[in-house]
């Protein structure tokens, strides 16, 4: 009888197969699968993405690798074909990667708002001020020290939209620009005792690590929408745009929305859901603590 491998490979064949076998079954169906997601610095250390990737990985049998950077990285990495998706919060440069033929199907998903917060002794008297723009004119002109995310980040377009507004090119001994995450930039604020723009769920989830208090917020011009766009495979064939629609799916449907409206961490709400109608959520209240102005998430 002719064996089908020679007498010394015959020794060998049998425990290989068995190995193969054994790897092919520990192996979970769907292991390679992968979903990359670029997000801002905001929805990482609000502590909002470890409680809503997770149910959606484990329905799915998928992997959510996230990339937290600033709106403008997140965006880049969309570009270039880096990420499947991405979840930011400039909706001007959203609508701008849309239209550039990079994004498809942009949907709102969330919102909260941008405050600015400082030591509680408010040495500018911004709390004082009548809207965002005169809190930094008064800022700038007490010389009061104000940490940047300078990073092009949602939040750092918005920082300079609101010196543009207010007509001030913010430059000086007084003016840093930190070039990290906004939880690196609330740290920096706290040990110099300096102002800071920052939006509101990040900072209720590090209050407890800072002295910094919210010293203005309510004006209209500080809403925060948060939206979550498909990189276009007709740009990149390589993403994996089935898996993308899918968590879009999830993030903007009622289990989604829900987990959202209820992640409220020391029982304060970091952000707001927008995909849904609000009954379409029940029995989670939307709006904790009293009433709040349309489209902002908070008031002074």
Not at 20 to 42: C, N, Q, V, W, Y
Not at 43 to 66: C, I, R
Not at 166 to 184: D, F, H, S, T, V
Not at 221 to 250: C, Q, S, T, W
Request: net charge neutral.
């Amino acid at each position: 009888m002719k064996h089908p491998f020679p007498p010394r490979a015959a020794r060998f064949a049998a425990p290989l197969l068995a190995i193969t076998l054994l790897l092919t079954a520990i192996s979970p169906a769907g292991a390679a699968e992968r979903l990359r997601m670029s997000t801002t610095t905001s929805t990482e250390n609000s502590g909002l993405l470890g409680v809503l990737l997770p149910p959606f990985e484990q329905a799915n049998g998928v992997k959510v690798d996230v990339i937290a950077v600033g709106t403008g990285k997140a965006l880049k990495l969309g570009e270039n074909g880096d990420v499947d998706v991405v979840f930011v919060h400039a909706r001007g440069a959203e609508e701008k990667f849309v239209a550039d033929g990079f994004g498809i199907d942009r949907r709102d998903v969330m919102h909260n708002d941008f405050v600015l917060v400082g030591p509680a002794a408010d040495p500018a008297g911004i709390a004082k001020a009548a809207r965002a723009v005169d809190a930094l004119a008064r800022i700038q002109h007490a010389g009061a020290p104000f940490v940047s995310r300078g990073d092009d980040s949602g939040t750092h377009q918005k920082e300079r939209a609101l010196w543009t507004t207010a007509r001030i090119k913010p430059a000086g001994q007084w003016y840093l620009e930190a070039g990290q995450g906004m939880g690196a930039v609330l740290t920096i604020a706290n040990e110099k005792g300096a102002y800071a723009l920052t939006d509101r769920g990040t900072f209720i989830a590090y209050r407890d690590k800072v002295g910094l208090k919210v010293l203005f917020a309510g004006d209209p011009v500080l809403f925060n929408p948060y939206g979550i766009i498909a990189v276009n495979p007709a740009r990149h064939p390589h993403v994996n745009h089935a898996l993308a629609e899918k968590l879009m799916d999830f993030i903007t449907g009622p289990e989604g929305q829900r987990i959202i409206a209820g992640y409220r961490p020391g029982g304060e709400a970091l952000f707001f859901p927008d995909a849904l109608a609000p009954d379409a959520l029940a029995p989670i209240t939307l709006v904790p603590n009293g009433p709040r102005p349309a489209g902002v998430g908070s008031t002074r």
